[in-house]
C-alpha cells in the first residue's frame, strides 16, 4: 500500500463508472489510497469489509444507478465517513435535497471536476470531518446534558478526540517504514505510553494506520 518516502496514506473510496474520470482522481488525488468501484452496489459489499476515510460519490453510475439513491444505505454503513459527491446533472433543487438532513452528503462538486476544488474539499473532509465530526457532536451533546456524562463517556470522546490529532500528525510526518516514536508522542499529548500505544492499535484495527507504524511485536 505504500511505496518510497511516502505517509502512510488516508483511503478514499471512489465511486465511480467512467474509467477517464477515475483515472483523472488517482492522478489528482495521488497522495492517497484510491480504491473504485463503478456503482454503489459494490461499494456498499466493499464497506462490509473496509472504512475508508472519504468516499466520492458520482450521481450518475454503472446499471442506471443513482449515488444520491444511495446516500441513506451509504450512511448507514459508514455513518461518520464524509461523502463527496460529484454531478454534471442534478439541478439547485436536486443539489439543495443532497446536502440536507440527515443522510446527506458533505461536499458537492460540479463536473467538470475543478482538481484544485477537489483536492482542498478532500483536505476538509479529512481534517474537519469523519472522527473530529463525531467528537464534536459527542461533546456537544455533554454540554447540553443531553447524556449522562460519566467517566467513560469523557474518556471516550478525548480518546477520539487524541485518535484524530495522532491520525494526522503520522500521516503528514511518518515515512514508508518508520516507526511511531511512541515516548515522544505520549509527551506532546501529556498521557502515558500505554495509552498512545492502546490508541496506535486502534488506529491499525480499524485500518486508519499502516501496521508497520506500530507493528505487533511493539503491542
Known sequence: MRTGSAPWKATILVI?????QVLLYRKALKTFRLRSVDTATSALSLLEEEIPDVIILDHLLAHAERGTDFLPALKDKAGHVPIV????????QGQLKALQGANSAHYLIEKPVDIDELRKVVGQALDECGIAETVRSIRSLERAEMIHTSEPERQF???LARQHELLKKLRNGVSAGERANVSALAREFRVSRRTIARDLQDLVSRGQLDP????DEEA
Open 157 to 159: 470522546a478525548e480518546r
Open 85 to 92: 459527491l460529484i454531478t454534471g446533472t442534478l439541478n439547485v
Open 16 to 20: 465511480e463508472d467512467d474509467p477517464d
Open 212 to 215: 508497520s507504524v506500530y507493528p
